[in-house]
């Protein structure tokens, strides 16, 4: 299947492997790479962890992989096994072609993949567009959904056009017209919390590789939110431009029964890329998960 829907050429799309790959080395785990075959195409997925652990399904943001995400979610391993899914559309490893999201082919493919895997309930774990798909699976089959923890979810609310064109779109057009190491920290800064290389120039390429696609996943109704009856825990960022942290944590407590969240003081849509972090949302998550559900196994 060709990728020319989703990149601007070959060279973008060998660009995009190559920071797989990178992000790749970031995860201090050994990997395995699987594919499993769905309706919609062979779809990749990253393993890492210990097999005796509890299954946690993670799912990545727009225009990146689940190396990516894998790479910040190190601490969650002494807890969990990550299976990480690559959204179709939205990652080198992906299947390249995009899906609508005013349907539920997104869950369909999620619930193809995890059947193919022998999971048939599972803690769902989704971050921004990643959070959309995660949120509507659990929406369309909440019996299958143990848990499910979003962070700065698409699909809950919408932030300022007027701000996201003025902070987001003119520094991104800017940026790409003439790329500069100045363009690309002034796109990123009301994108990202903390400067990390790898993060900052990923995202400066992954504008110019990647065709246009910066679609919004419409907004949950009141009804598909009150399907989660789950254990929920949303985590927002207090300064998202794109999906605003305050928000997004009034609508859920207003809209889901059992639904715990958190603010991330200070963040932007991107959270930080920090050790501290990466801890700090471990024990958020293993804690969650321990409180709300059955015991993990080796907990008892």
Not at 155 to 171: E, H, N, R, T
Not at 184 to 193: A, E, P, Q, S
Request: glycine residues 6%; contains cysteine.
């Amino acid at each position: 299947m060709r990728n020319d829907k989703i990149f601007k050429n070959e060279t973008a799309r060998a660009g995009m492997e190559e920071w797989y790959q990178r992000f790749l080395t970031r995860i201090d785990a050994r990997t395995e790479s699987i594919k499993v075959p769905t309706s919609y195409g062979s779809s990749h997925v990253l393993i890492t962890g210990d097999p005796s652990k509890p299954p946690l399904v993670c799912l990545h943001a727009m225009m990146t992989s689940s190396a990516h995400l894998v790479s910040e979610l190190g601490p969650l391993l002494e807890k969990f096994r990550i299976i990480a899914p690559d959204l179709p559309g939205q990652s080198a490893r992906g299947l390249p072609k995009r899906l609508p999201y005013k349907d539920p082919s997104h869950a369909e493919w999620l619930a193809e993949v995890l059947e193919e895997l022998n999971l048939q309930e599972v803690h769902l774990f989704g971050v921004s567009l990643g959070g959309f798909v995660a949120r509507q699976v659990a929406s369309l089959n909440p019996g299958r959904v143990k848990s499910l923890t979003l962070v700065v979810p698409a699909g809950i609310v919408q932030g300022s056009l007027v701000k996201g064109l003025s902070k987001m779109a003119v520094p991104l057009m800017l940026y790409k017209i003439s790329p500069s190491e100045k363009r690309l920290r002034n796109f990123v800064k009301h994108l990202i919390t903390t400067w990390d290389d790898d993060w900052a120039h990923y995202l400066g390429e992954s504008f110019k590789n990647f065709k246009a696609n910066l679609k919004i996943p419409p907004l949950a109704s009141d009804e598909e939110l009150g399907k989660l009856t789950m254990p929920c825990l949303v985590i927002a960022a207090e300064n998202d431009i794109s999906f605003p942290g305050r928000m997004i944590i009034e609508r859920v407590e207003s809209q889901v029964s059992n639904v715990e969240t958190e603010l991330i003081p200070g963040s932007m849509h991107s959270p930080p890329t920090t050790p501290e972090f990466r801890r700090w949302l471990a024990e958020k998550v293993i804690s969650f998960i321990q409180k709300e559900t059955q015991p993990l196994q080796g907990q008892q």
